[in-house]
């Protein structure tokens, strides 16, 4: 994803340690918004955040949830990166919100990550995957969306 992400806006839903929207934003992310519903992983990513002089990132402490359900104002993205807690079903809601609610650019790229045995049929159609591939009891995939 390297190319994909230089000068991209970038969204890192379920940021927890703020590892994958931190890498974005390192390889030369144009601005990344990093949602996290926990206080104590919000507090660590705002302090790291000050710990490496980043003004180019912005910390939301919601729900992906909420956050998507609310919509996206002017803001578009075009990397997102979606790797929610295991055995919740939110890979489903949160891949119909960030269509529903337009959040995506026409060709933007999202990074899954799941369970091992997630359908690919909570993944929007028009969707295209990219790559896949399956580490234990984990699924990456990358995709494309396909305006």
């Known amino acids: 994803m390297q190319h994909d992400i230089i000068g991209a806006h970038c969204l890192d839903l379920f940021a927890g340690s703020g590892a994958l929207g931190l890498e974005a934003l ?5 601005r990344t918004v990093l949602v996290e519903k926990s206080a104590t992983a919000t507090q660590q ?7 490496l002089s980043c003004d180019h990132a912005t910390i939301v ?14 803001a578009r993205y075009d990397v997102v990166f979606l790797d929610p807690p295991f055995g919740k079903g939110l ?17 933007a790229r999202i990074y899954l990550e799941n369970e091992h045995n997630l359908p690919v049929t909570d993944i929007p159609s028009h969707w295209h995957i990219d790559r896949e591939k399956t580490a234990g009891q984990i699924t990456y995939r990358l995709a494309t969306r396909q305006a």
């Not at 990513?45 to 710990?51: K, S, V």
């Open 61 to 74: 402490h919601l729900s992906a949830e909420q956050f998507l359900q609310r919509g996206p104002g002017d």
């Open 91 to 107: 890979m489903a809601t949160c891949t119909q919100l960030l269509e529903e609610k337009n959040w995506l650019t026409p060709d």
């Open 26 to 30: 390192s390889r030369g992310a144009a």
């Open 45 to 51: 990513l705002e302090a790291h955040l000050r710990t």
